[in-house]
């Protein structure tokens, strides 16, 4: 079974600094996607950027990017001048391309400090 | 971009009656919608995958008789927590696979249900 790991249960960042976030997973399987989704306060979950394992370029959406390293089963996100709207719980997720069910890590709450 | 509209944002039930939660597709056809439960700062747990007009498929150790779900149409899931205890209580969430492309192979989720029981 996948598994993913989120080691970080709380991280802080000041504002306009760059933080980053550490997710490893593990499986077998060769062919899958990885996510980052953001939970604030209001408890929607959002989806801040994916990956697929195909590729080896790392995905960038703005301010998030990630550092993927497939060998070593490590999926980061990297939070680069952090707002205040950043503040929220961030979960690593991984999807097996066919079974379509996710594995969630256990988040990491992400503090932003004025 | 996809939307996933899910009722009741919260309820209130007393213990022993049962409580359905709905969850839409407004502008996709959701063939499937998985549904989770997430208890205060931990992580999301899937409780069942539900395929339109077929039965749904239960993780292990969630109560198939307690957590009726159907999927009867490509747009709507629901979710009935049967005799309702104050251990349900949780925030019910669920997600749709969204193939319009927006959602990047991600799930869109519906806003969560807060479940309490008393």
């Known amino acids: 079974a996948q598994t993913v790991t989120q080691s970080q249960p709380e991280m802080s960042v000041q504002e306009a600094e760059t933080v980053t976030l550490s997710c490893t997973y593990d499986t077998s399987e060769s062919d899958y996607y990885l996510f980052w989704y953001k939970q604030p306060p209001s408890r929607q979950m959002i989806l801040v950027i994916r990956q697929e394992a195909y590729k080896q370029q790392n995905a960038t959406e703005n301010r998030f990017s990630v550092n993927f390293q497939k060998a070593a089963k490590s999926f980061s996100l990297k939070i680069s001048d952090s707002q205040l709207g950043d503040a929220a719980m961030y979960f690593c997720a991984y999807r097996n391309t066919n079974a379509g069910k996710s594995t969630f890590g256990d988040g990491t709450t992400l503090t932003v400090k004025p | 971009g996809a939307v996933v509209s899910q009722h009741p944002s919260r309820v209130i039930c007393k213990s022993g009656t049962s409580v359905k939660i709905e969850c839409r597709s407004l502008d996709f056809q959701a063939t499937t919608m998985f549904w989770y439960r997430q208890f205060p700062k931990q992580s999301l747990m899937l409780m069942a995958t539900s395929n339109e007009g077929s039965k749904a498929t239960y993780e292990q150790g969630v109560e198939k008789d307690k957590f009726l779900i159907n999927h009867a149409s490509l747009t709507l899931s629901t979710l009935t927590v049967t005799s309702a205890h104050p251990e349900d209580s949780s925030f019910y969430i669920c997600?749709?696979?969204?193939?319009?492309?927006?959602?990047?192979?991600?799930?869109?989720f519906g806003s969560g249900t807060r479940l309490t029981v008393v």
């Open positions: 997600s749709a696979r969204d193939y319009t492309g927006t959602g990047g192979y991600g799930y869109t």
